[in-house]
């Protein structure tokens, strides 16, 4: 089979792209528009490594040293535990796109679409790459334009009960608030570490007073905040509840400096959850 390199290239920019949106989705934080553009053509690029002849375990060694310098480009550093999760999060995003060209492949016989070394090259011309890409990414614009219209600018009130005790927050819902738990899937609400202080299981308030030495039931979560990325702890209250018709909602609350105590509202809740 011809292998054309700029299809190879400009077919894994587009890849490199939508991997790297996945991933921030998955942890739950942001790239600026710059890193993820950068970050997407050097996976373009290396993509190149799709005609080195090697072995199994060399080629995967080299996507996995390729995928972490992607990373780094588009997240930045962070610190080593943010950059190893990171890393594996796009690697196994980007094994599972590699995994779908496969099965593809080898249930059409196709010779369209074709796995090589951890990269995918289609058969295509670059022309048609970029208008399907254009046509596909405007569609989904426009739907995420329709379903994650916003709910209302009223605030309201939340009611988070833990520990025999309940805190009564004003609450605003935020349609860019996308902060998930990675593992169980739950939404993360952000509220006022000083307005949820009687419902703080003690382990989570010492820990964000640095003390780690008990980290039960906390859940350490990537966000992305005003200074950087950072890991915000969220813990699992008994019940958290709406006055808008006493409705029970299955979240996490993180405890965080990241709301200003002069800003009139408590909590910022994901739209999501109120639909």
Do not use: Q, W
């Amino acid at each position: 089979m011809t292998v054309y390199i700029d299809v190879l290239i400009v077919m894994n920019i587009y890849i490199s792209y939508f991997t790297l949106r996945a991933s921030a989705r998955l942890l739950h934080t942001a790239i600026p528009f710059g890193r993820l553009a950068g970050a997407s053509v050097l996976g373009g690029f290396t993509s190149l490594a799709a005609l080195i002849e090697t072995g199994l375990p060399a080629a995967l060694a080299l996507r996995v040293l390729l995928t972490a310098l992607m990373t780094l480009t588009a997240f930045g550093f962070g610190s080593a535990k943010l950059l190893a999760l990171r890393s594996f999060v796009c690697f196994a995003v980007t094994m599972l796109i590699c995994g779908a060209a496969v099965l593809i492949h080898e249930l059409t016989g196709s010779s369209i679409i074709f796995p090589a070394n951890g990269y995918v090259y289609v058969s295509v011309s670059a022309l048609v790459l970029v208008i399907s890409s254009a046509v596909i990414y405007g569609a989904l614009l426009l739907l995420r334009r329709i379903f994650d219209s916003p709910l209302t600018d009223e605030p309201l009130t939340l009611r988070i009960t833990n520990l025999g005790n309940t805190a009564e927050l004003t609450a605003i819902a935020d349609t860019g608030s996308h902060l998930r738990d990675f593992l169980t899937g739950l939404p993360v609400i952000v509220c006022k570490r000083s307005a949820i202080t009687s419902v703080t299981p003690p382990n989570v308030a010492a820990y964000l007073n640095g003390d780690d030495s008990d980290v039960s039931g906390i859940r350490l979560i990537p966000a992305a905040t005003v200074t950087g990325s950072a890991l915000v702890a969220a813990f699992r209250p008994s019940e958290i509840r709406t006055d808008r018709g006493n409705v029970r909602l299955e979240a996490l609350i993180a405890a965080s400096d990241s709301i200003p105590e002069n800003e009139s509202f408590d909590a910022v809740i994901p739209a999501k959850l109120l639909k």
